[in-house]
């Protein structure tokens, strides 16, 4: 009884010390991607016509229907 009780301790004190370091882990990633690589803001990014990109999302579109057509 005595050595079952010590299997289980030992198992979920190593359970509860792995996901206690992940997540730290993962906090500290979190913490240096925000720090580290910020989102580009919308002035930065480059102008789209919309025209041209409205036709071309058009275009993808009926390629795709026309090959999900062609494969039945």
Same mark, same amino acid.
């Given at each position: 009884m005595a050595d079952g009780l010590n299997l289980?301790?030992?198992?979920?004190?190593?359970?509860?010390i792995f996901l206690t370091l @992940?997540?730290?882990c993962t906090n500290?990633?979190?913490?240096?991607?925000?720090r580290f690589y910020k989102e580009p803001s919308f002035e930065t @990014?480059?102008?789209v016509d919309s025209s041209s990109r409205d036709s071309r999302t058009i275009a993808i579109i009926e390629a795709a229907i026309a090959?999900?057509?062609k494969s039945n």
């Open positions: 289980m301790l030992y198992g979920m004190g190593t359970v509860f @992940l997540v730290v500290v990633m979190s913490a240096l991607i925000i @990014l480059a102008p090959e999900h057509r």
